[in-house]
């Protein structure tokens, strides 16, 4: 079946440093991506959707020149977190659509990626 | 744009009662709402999800209900099991497909 792969699970990093995280598409094409930022205890809250081929489209209030998010082909799009700060500590996840499925109604969610910086 | 507000944030429930969690939303052109389910570090999992064409919906142990008038749907899971504690989320697709989400209950069964 369908399947999102995230990598890494588990990342802990020093503060200054950049994080790549990649969410791949597996036995689909995903023209889209959702990553998503949860907190402790807290709901997931969409940073930024990114286009196969064309630049993401962030939400308000998430700086996108410290969040780079590359769609390069219909299998994987990635999310670096760069300059880290320990306040960039929490887990992230993707999730994607299959190609074509505008209505959003089956999304296919990554593993998520808990990241802590020290 | 569309809110959701999902109630309560914690459920504690006797295994074997049963367990309704609650959300409401404001965009009245809001048509379909999934309930996600999520453990600890994993993924949510859809375990159901409605349309607004259809006032309920069952699968086994869980349903959900959707009252378009009052703008609010709810999930009712019977005979709880250890296995279904998790936090539990509602969302809503607003008329861009975008879903917004729920800020999520904590559903402790207590055996």
């Known amino acids: 079946g369908a399947v999102v792969s995230q990598h890494p699970s588990w990342v802990i990093c020093k503060s200054g440093t950049s994080v790549k995280i990649e969410c791949r598409s597996l036995d689909f094409q995903a023209t889209t991506m959702f990553w998503y930022r949860q907190f402790p205890k807290q709901s997931l809250m969409l940073m930024a959707t990114s286009n196969e081929g064309s630049k993401a489209t962030y939400e308000q209030g998430v700086e996108k020149d410290k969040f780079l998010i590359n769609h390069a082909s219909l299998t994987l799009s990635t999310l670096t977190v760069t300059s880290a700060h320990p306040e960039d500590s929490s887990f992230y996840i993707c999730s994607a659509p299959r190609k074509g499925d505008i209505t959003n109604e089956k999304l296919f969610f990554g593993s998520g990626t808990q990241l802590s910086v020290l | 744009g569309e809110n959701v507000e999902q109630h309560p944030s914690t459920l504690s429930v006797q295994e074997g009662d049963s367990a309704v969690i609650k959300c409401t939303y404001s965009d009245s052109a809001s048509n379909y709402f999934p309930w996600y389910k999520q453990e600890l570090g994993k993924r949510p999992q859809l375990i159901i999800d409605?349309?607004?064409n259809v006032g309920e919906k069952k699968d086994q142990r869980i349903a959900v209900t959707l009252n378009k008038t009052a703008k609010h749907f709810s999930l009712h899971i019977t005979e709880t099991q250890p296995e279904d504690s998790a936090v539990y989320f509602c969302a809503a697709r607003d008329s861009n497909y975008q879903l917004i989400w729920g800020a999520g209950t904590k559903l402790i069964i207590k055996p």
């Open positions: 409605i349309r607004s």
